[in-house]
């Protein structure tokens, strides 16, 4: 299926715009008018000029949105989602997603790539942060290139390997592999596409790689360091055992903490690593999903809002989920804390804006996108919320309830990121569905013979 090509000028006309702008301006009577890549007015609809625009695409029965942000993602697994069925994290990663990795070729990484794309935009994510894997990095860039969405991705970094030492490179080619990938794709795509330097977790790098790494971040302004922290107890336990420290204690003292670090999940931290975070203005990916279906815990979100720390959400990977949906995600992040914390624990509100601006946010874009603003580029979504199962009051309160509990993937209608539509009516304009998965089965079956 061919792209289709970016309007000059294209107006969108809802039924409603959630804005998430600084005062959650929700909009009726209201067009948007997109400029090449960006919003460039909102217009009236009693005022619309028709021979203005090359496109306008009447959505009086939709509403229009910001498209999502996931801050914490694995494009390198959605080929392994239901292989890796009822484990805790270390035997998870040991016995089957280490092996499963390794044994990615070029072409099985670019179909897990493209399934996991196509997933995520025809949910109505339009910017991703990923933890890529050890090898052939540039076919997860050129894939992002190529799929039209926005986001980071980067060599996945593993000098140390004790669960499965097959899997892991030299310090030496690590620094070497990141420096060449993060001067070929950083910035590419007038800046849709950026690098996320990820060592993947304390127990898989050595200190000079963690510490090398950082340094090397600051010849790529607007480059994110990603990493996974404090997920899981037996983690934890042997974290402890090694650096006599805690995760992020011992992060905090090689000095990797900073505003440009996103540490996925953040389960199992002490008052003292809370006060870590919140000094070094740390962001913090909250995953749901995989926390729950490792048994890894429930972490402490409430209390990282109320102390002021950036909280955001991922999906990770889809072999601990096993969904990539933000709907998944936001509903749930929501529904675990009322037992523990009552039923006013993250409203629906909070929760949509931490999937959008409050991703933005943490991700640094916040001048670009996460919200619908004249200005920004034109991250957009149109979703439908007139299905059997969503709310059938049509006021301006409930539509964050009606997103957050009653929306799924199949709500989403079109999805719009720069200014070009990649997904229109419920249909992917960059992936035919049923060869993606065919070619995904016929890689994976590949792919397990060379285990
Ligand atoms: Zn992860």
Request: hydrophobic share 35%; charged share 25%; proline share 3%.
């Amino acid at each position: 299926m061919s792209k289709n090509k970016k309007g000059e000028k294209i107006l969108i006309i809802p039924k409603k715009i959630i804005t998430v702008d600084c005062e959650d301006r929700i909009l009726s009577g209201q067009a948007v008018e997109i400029t090449k890549n960006k919003i460039s007015a909102f217009v009236p609809i009693s005022e619309i000029n028709k021979n203005s625009y090359d496109e306008i695409y009447d959505a009086q029965n939709l509403i229009l949105i910001p498209g999502f942000i996931q801050t914490h993602i694995h494009l390198s697994q959605t080929l392994f989602r239901g292989l890796a069925e009822d484990l805790p994290l270390l035997e998870w990663l040991r016995l089957k997603i280490f092996p499963f990795e390794n044994a990615h070729d070029e072409k099985s990484l670019k179909i897990t790539a493209q399934l996991s794309i196509n997933e995520l935009l025809l949910g109505g994510t339009t910017t991703l942060l990923d933890m890529g894997t050890l090898r052939y990095g540039e076919i997860v860039f050129n894939e992002m290139i190529q799929s039209g969405i926005r986001g980071f991705t980067g060599k996945c970094l593993m000098d140390v390997n004790d669960l499965f030492p097959e899997f892991k490179s030299t310090t030496k080619e690590e620094i070497s592999d990141i420096q060449n990938l993060a001067h070929n794709y950083h910035n590419s795509e007038d800046g849709r596409i950026k690098y996320s330097f990820s060592p993947r977790f304390v127990l898989s790098c050595t200190e000079g790689l963690l510490k090398d790494t950082k340094e090397i971040m600051k010849d790529y302004p607007g480059s994110i360091y990603h990493t996974h922290s404090s997920e899981n107890v037996n983690e934890i336990n042997e974290v402890r055992k090694r650096f006599h420290k805690e995760n992020i204690d011992y992060f905090n003292s090689i000095n990797v903490l900073d505003d440009h670090t996103v540490l996925a999940h953040c389960v199992h931290t002490s008052d003292n690593e809370k006060k870590m975070l919140k000094e070094r203005d740390t962001r913090i990916a909250h995953c749901p999903s995989a926390n729950m279906k490792l048994g890894s815990g429930i972490a402490p979100i409430p209390q990282y809002l109320r102390e002021g720390i950036s909280v955001t959400l991922g999906a990770d990977g889809a072999p601990c989920n096993n969904n990539l949906s933000i709907f998944n995600e936001m509903r749930l992040a929501s529904l675990i804390q009322k037992p523990i914390h009552g039923s006013k624990a993250i409203d629906a509100k909070t929760m949509f804006r931490m999937t959008t601006i409050e991703g933005a946010k943490a991700l640094h874009l916040q001048d670009e996108v996460g919200s619908i603003e004249v200005g920004k580029k034109a991250d957009l979504v149109l979703i439908d919320l007139d299905s059997y199962s969503n709310n059938y009051s049509d006021t301006d309160e409930s539509v964050y309830s009606n997103i957050v509990f009653s929306s799924t993937n199949e709500n989403v209608k079109s999805v719009m990121v720069d200014g070009e539509w990649l997904v229109k009516n419920r249909e992917s304009l960059m992936y035919d569905q049923k060869e993606i998965v065919s070619e995904g089965k016929a890689e994976l079956k590949k792919l397990m013979k060379r285990i």
